[in-house]
């Protein structure tokens, strides 16, 4: 019951619906579940050869870092699964623990901070 498509990336609908439809798409797309393509290797070979100043993607989906390009490289215009952080005192989450709970389906994630 999507009041629009981009609503699942929307923190205010995130709140209203307890985050269902956001870790129902994270499931299915977890970076796990896919691997870098030949262009996310030619970004790679750039850095290796000094030729790589920045990587600026809009996708979430880690496969910059997957095809081996170091944090400080990547710029992420929209996040991404490499972090997490907590909704309400901002508190960054552990990752491991994050993605075991929307990959078991033991959502909404919560913050162990009161």
């Known amino acids: 019951n ?9 923190l205010d609908y995130f709140k209203r619906s ?11 797309m977890w ?4 691997k870098p393509s030949p262009a996310h290797i030619f970004v790679r070979m750039l850095h290796d050869k000094g ?6 993607t809009q996708n979430i989906d880690t496969l910059e870092r997957a095809a081996g390009l170091p944090d400080d490289k990547i710029v992420e215009a929209h996040g991404s ?11 960054p989450f552990d990752q491991a ?18």
């Open 31 to 34: 970076p796990d579940n896919f």
């Open 51 to 56: 030729l790589l100043l920045r990587c600026f």
């Open 2 to 10: 999507l009041p629009t498509p981009e609503s699942v990336f929307e």
């Open 81 to 91: 699964f490499a972090t997490s952080s907590c909704t309400k005192c901002k508190a």
């Open 18 to 28: 307890k985050g269902q439809a956001f870790y129902k798409l994270a499931k299915e």
């Open 97 to 114: 623990e994050c993605k075991n709970a929307i990959l078991a389906g033991n959502t909404p994630v919560r913050c162990a901070k009161p």
